[in-house]
């Protein structure tokens, strides 16, 4: 039918679809290369303690600066990334990266100016966790850059570890036991047992940006207040620290610290940057 139509038109039921479509394949068939090109690059978004505003460390978030596309989010390209397989060397050149940011940190920032020593934050997605060779990369990228394991914190999100076997706990709880904190991203989105989180081998809960928009609006929403309250007495009753993404507004900040939740990260503070960024900060808290 299309074809009776004559010339070269197509009949195509969702011709956006379509589009992003060949985008997707576009990209994914780009990604290598990009790597060998280092068309990546990570911004750092600054972790704050609630309780006096200052830096406690950073989250690394990696972008794409596409030839054609200009600067894409991780949104449009670890996807690709985790389908391919190519998420794990990018995942280790952003370790090696962020391991290095944070040496540096540790090394130029005045000594107290942080309120203790730096930390760097890095997202590690299901396939990186299922590797076999996580353990050993991340100890030779720690123990080659001199960074103690315990400036590292990975990030696992709830949803990849919903229903885990022992077998992809181990490189975890190995890490762990060496000092590497473990953080449960986007907690609260990913319907796990809370019962379940002893059994992991996590030291920090970060609470997903939906529990904190409900205080964005006067009087906050009292059920996500009460929600959060609770799950700051579970999470300090089992020795995790509390996390929350995504403060927009001073108020936002203001309820959480007085739920009793220990770092913050969200536009509020700062958006994601370059790193200097959080030389910035960091000095602002000295003075
Ligand atoms: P995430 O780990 O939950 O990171 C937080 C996301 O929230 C970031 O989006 C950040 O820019 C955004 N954000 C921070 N503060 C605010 C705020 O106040 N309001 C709002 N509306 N958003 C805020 P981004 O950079 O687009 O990253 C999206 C996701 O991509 C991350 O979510 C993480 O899961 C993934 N990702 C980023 N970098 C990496 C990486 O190096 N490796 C892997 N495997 N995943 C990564
Ligand atoms: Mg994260
Ligand atoms: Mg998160
Ligand atoms: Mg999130």
Known sequence: RAKAAGGNRYEVA???????????????????????????????????????GTVHGAEALVRWSHPQHGVLGPDRFIPLA????????????????????????????????????????????????HHPGLVADTVEVLERIGLPPGALCLEVTESALIGADEDL???LRQLAEMGVDIALDDFGTGYSNLANLRRLPVSVLKLDRSFTQGMQQHPADPVDLKIVEGIVALAHSLELAVTVEGVETGAQAEHLRR?????????????????????????????
């Open 14 to 52: 969702d011709p956006e679809a379509d589009a992003r479509a060949i985008t997707r394949h576009g990209l994914t068939t780009a990604l290598p290369a990009a790597l060998e090109r280092g068309e990546f690059f990570i911004e750092y978004q600054p972790l704050v303690h609630l309780d006096d």
């Open 169 to 171: 706990l181990k490189p």
């Open 82 to 129: 985790e389908h391919t397989g190519l998420i794990v060397p990018l995942g280790r050149w952003v370790l090696e990266q962020s391991v290095r940011q944070a040496m540096f940190w540790q090394r130029q920032l005045p000594e107290g100016a942080l309120g203790g020593p730096l930390r760097i934050n890095v997202n590690l997605s299901p396939t990186q966790l």
């Open 259 to 287: 739920l009793g939740c220990d770092t913050a990260q969200g536009w509020y503070y700062a958006r994601p940057g370059p790193p200097e960024q959080l030389h910035m900060l960091s000095l602002a808290d000295a003075v």
